[in-house]
């Protein structure tokens, strides 16, 4: 850890280790009353060790919980009053783990919590030693100090001996106490567990099934961190500048801290993920320079004399006008704000917002998945991201994928029942979270979860043979990305291409339009580096769940069915045409193609032809570098569009089916309405209507069509979409190995009965019957490498379904 150690005394005046054991012996041998004893004890402790505090947790009767019996340095008042379970705080850690904890600075600690009836915000650090009998756990002896320090070996051990001590004389007063009040239950089971060797684990064994929405794939079981704001601004201590110029002053240096803290923490995270990754940062870095914001805080700061009075204030001012507005852009605004005030207030304490301590394979439990997360936690170490708020397109779920590590959002319930450190599943595939599953579950899990890992290593090792059906089909098998990072994902699994480029998440860590060079460098990039590989790069899908701070931007009632995507690109030309030209310009490389999205008529399309038109002779009167022939394809992501598909296909050259907006509108469902997330399903059958019509109105103009949602890595919608006679795929990089079995396990002909079967089926069951029989008369359920997990997907949808 970073900081001043505190230095050790002299060796002369290390205090006598075996006297100190001695006269704690004296006194456990002369033991009458427990709690005398106790607070003789932790007199003694914190006398010999130099501590400023010294105390004893004892099991409660009920075997759930600790309280505080004796101390000496915390508020005499606690005693008796503080209770905390077995998975709270330093001291529940060293019960629950039976082991020593030492800890220099133990606000830093992820298992920290703080209890303010104790007064023990003073103290920095922390050693606790567990009361141990017959290998159960019945209480924690605890020594805290003002000052840093670095407990050494001898310290803990001299703590532990100690705890050994005092254990028989707490376990033997607390049966007679029982028995003495006749409350023989109580004594009979605290004496059985004892003797039994179980450890208390605080509540009785339980198991909590919760559903969320799918955000990143993968399965994860490891113990839970909760990921919670280093300091609450409601309750934090601050005492102001005397001089009121002079607290001014130290706001306005708390101010230019936390601005190059936010310099230091985007050049750190564009170093490690992408320029992607660390432009999010830019929104705060805007938010310390708007002029508005310092302005406000200045009159706060003037008014009150106190900076954290008028953080307070400010925060409260914009918070409450985000919140009359529910337009996603202010309410992700509003977290960026809270997050910065809290950087400036840490600042103003002298707190710094250090990288997060995490043990490998930590199942992280937060309120929302934020971009900041990806600075702070050791990403290395994270099993899986779940979070109480949020939803599958958030910037934070983006990056969850292009890492991807497993991740489930709105998850609501997730914040009230997770425990730090007790085992928790995540599925990310099927959105499914299980807290202290019981061994049956958590071995199926373990077997699911190693079946896959071995099958897609398997996979991948083959990745070079097409992805071609028995009688001859070809498939292209291509991924969706957003971000430079993903591009290892598209060469480690084997994609044939980009099938999906989504370019706005450029645009949504600007907070605007971003520049056409800026632009021309990223999409040249991607091209060369995939070519000769087809690049689909979509044009900016903005507005909706991905608005951007428009000067001419209204609030909307329903944003999704509003002015976004398409409809926003052609009413702000100027922007569209700097996206177009760059696009163009990357096209030099000869292997790009553009995308339209929420394409609903045909003058939308005509619109951007014109457009086209007069950039590519403008580039050409320039003599710069473009392919005049790149093709422009449509996105059918909207009835209308699939229902004039006919038409559509005379004006682009190929269509690509976004299935996820697609089945959004509809069924009218909002996925990232964690109320009705349930009844998305691509699998409808009006769905699979308005897909089969697309494809055949394409099939009757001789132009390629492919599916770029999500539904194409479903494994039961690969047969499907292959007897519908889609030329390419196009999902997560990561799901083109096990894409790629299917269809090479598959026949097109009967894949295409199957088809006619499901078209004339009435519900969404029916149609995944169909699809499951596919797979299990093509040998996949019983393949020897994804034959397994293939049946748990079935076995998942049955059960959802």
Known sequence: MAGLLRP?????????????????????????????????????VAKRLDADVCSVYLTDPDLRHLTLWATRGLSAEAVGKVRLSFTEGLVGLAAREKRPVATRRAREHPEYRYFPETGEERFESLMAAPLIVREAPIGVLVVQTKEERD??????????????????????????????????????????????????????????????????????????????????????????????????????????????????????????????????????????????????????????????????????????????????????????????????????????????????????????????????????????????????????????????????????????????????????????????????????????????????????????????????????????????????????????????????????AHRGFPEEEEQERLYDRVARRLAPRPVTIRTLDLGGDKALPLADAVVEENPQLGWRSIRLMLSHETAFRAQLRAILRASASGNVRCLLPLVSNVEEVRSVHAILAEERAELARQAIAHDPEMPVGVMIEVPSAALIADALARECDFFSI????????????????????????????????????????????????????????????VPLLVGLGLSELSGSPSAVPVMKEIVRALDRGEAAEDVRRALRASTASEIRAIAAARLRRSGLLEHPEIGSWLRSVVEAADRSG
């Not at 106490?177 to 109580?186: F, G, H, I, P």
């Not at 089945?663 to 009218?668: D, E, G, K, P, V």
């Not at 697309?694 to 479903?714: D, F, H, K, Q, Y």
């Open 8 to 44: 050790r005394e002299p060796e002369a005046s290390i205090p006598d280790r075996l006297t100190v054991l001695a006269d704690v012996a004296e006194i456990v041998s002369r033991s009458h009353d427990l709690r005398e004893t106790l607070g003789n004890v932790v007199d003694l």
């Open 658 to 717: 976004g299935t996820n907006d697609l089945t959004q509108y509809t069924l009218a469902v909002d996925r990232g309405n964690e109320r009705v997330a349930r009844l998305y399903e691509p699998l409808h059958p009006a769905v699979l209507q308005l897909i089969d019509r697309s494809v055949r109105a394409a099939g009757t103009r001789g132009i390629p069509v492919s599916v770029c949602g999500e539904m194409a890595s479903n494994p039961l919608a």
């Open 151 to 508: 407990f050494d070996s001898s310290d803990i051990e001299l703590l532990q001996t100690c705890a050994q001590l005092i254990a028989p004389v707490v376990m033997n007063a607390r049966l007679l106490d029982l028995v003495t009040r006749s409350d023989d239950q109580k004594a009979r089971t605290l004496a059985d567990l004892a003797l039994s060797g179980l450890s208390l684990q605080g509540e009785r064994p339980r198991r909590i099934d919760l559903q969320g929405i799918p955000t990143s794939p993968g399965i994860a079981i490891g113990p839970v961190y909760r990921l919670e704001d280093p300091l609450d601004l409601a309750l934090v201590e601050y005492a102001p500048n005397p001089d009121p110029t002079g607290e001014a002053a130290d706001l306005e240096r708390a101010l230019a801290a936390a601005r190059r803290e936010l310099d230091d923490v985007r050049e750190d995270v564009g170093e490690r993920f992408g320029p992607e990754f660390a432009a999010v940062f830019n929104t705060h870095i805007q938010i310390l320079e708007d002029h508005g914001f310092v302005t406000r805080l200045e009159r706060a700061v003037a008014q009150s004399a106190n900076a954290r009075d008028a953080l307070r204030e400010v925060l409260a001012a914009y918070r409450e006008t985000f919140e009359r507005i529910e337009d996603p852009y202010f309410r992700e605004r509003a977290l960026d704000l809270e997050d910065v005030v809290r950087r400036v207030m840490g600042n103003l304490l002298g707190v710094r917002h250090r990288n997060v301590p995490l043990s490998d394979g930590a199942v992280v439990v937060t309120e929302h998945i934020l971009p900041a997360h990806f600075a702070l936690l050791e990403t290395e170490k994270i099993a899986a991201l779940v979070s109480e708020h949020g939803g599958a397109t958030s910037h934070g779920a983006l990056f969850a994928r292009s890492l991807e590590i497993p991740a489930v959002t709105g998850v609501s319930g997730i914040l009230e029942a997770a425990r730090p450190g007790e085992i928790a599943i995540v599925d990310g595939a099927s959105g499914r979270v299980h807290l202290s599953p019981d061994p049956g579950l958590r071995s199926e899990y373990e077997r699911a979860q190693h079946r896959y890992e071995v099958a897609v290593e398997h996979l991948d090792a083959l990745k070079g043979r097409p992805a071609e059906t028995r009688d001859g089909h070809r498939v292209h098998l291509t991924g969706n990305v957003g971000l430079l990072n993903d591009l290892r994902l598209i060469e480690r699994h084997g994609a044939e291409g980009i099938g999906l480029f989504r370019t706005e998440l450029l645009a949504l």
